[in-house]
């Protein structure tokens, strides 16, 4: 059941790059959208075209790749086309907070993607931060929380230590 992922996933970027090109083939005139902050062009159709290309010879080229892992083969093509939907997002964007929209949903996805497989340089590519709230003794809030990398894999509600300083590294 799991090698219909691939066929779905090419056979939905086939449909886009179809409109695409249509529309890149139509010649029409470039308009602005989302109160200007999106410009759909000439420029914008060719790039979403590319894109759309090189993520599908990604998914093609990475199904051996895919095959070996036992879960998640639909969340690894979902993060990919999800950092496309950004990459597409990003050659329309035309003011500073779609810009950042669209830089957010490229990398995001693909950090996620860094860290997928769970040993150990794939979770060194994936760090995450925490937000710690430092404690007194009695285990009263003390201070302002921090932000710190987490380099032990902690989750919600556990209780970590941590060093601040140059003889912490």
Excluded: C, N
Aim: without cysteine; charged residues 15%; aromatic residues 10%.
């Amino acid at each position: 059941r799991k090698g219909w992922l691939v066929v779905l996933a090419v056979a939905g970027l086939v449909v886009l790059g179809g409109i695409t090109v249509g529309a890149w083939l139509g010649g029409a005139e470039a308009e602005d959208a989302f109160f200007a902050t999106l410009r759909v062009d000439q420029f914008s159709h060719f790039f979403r075209i590319l894109i759309l290309g090189i993520v599908a010879l990604v998914i093609l080229a990475s199904v051996d790749y895919v095959a070996h892992f036992e879960r998640f083969q639909g969340e690894y093509y979902g993060l990919l086309l999800f950092s496309a939907g950004g990459m597409m997002l990003l050659a329309s964007a035309s003011e500073l907070i779609s810009i950042y929209l669209a830089l957010e949903l490229t990398t995001l996805p693909l950090a996620a993607l860094a860290a997928f497989l769970r040993g150990d340089r794939s979770t060194e590519a994936g760090i995450k931060l925490l937000l710690l709230q430092p404690l007194t003794p009695e285990r009263e809030p003390a201070g302002r929380p921090l932000v710190a990398v987490d380099s032990v894999g902690a989750g919600a509600g556990e209780e970590v230590f941590f060093v601040r300083g140059k003889e912490a590294s």
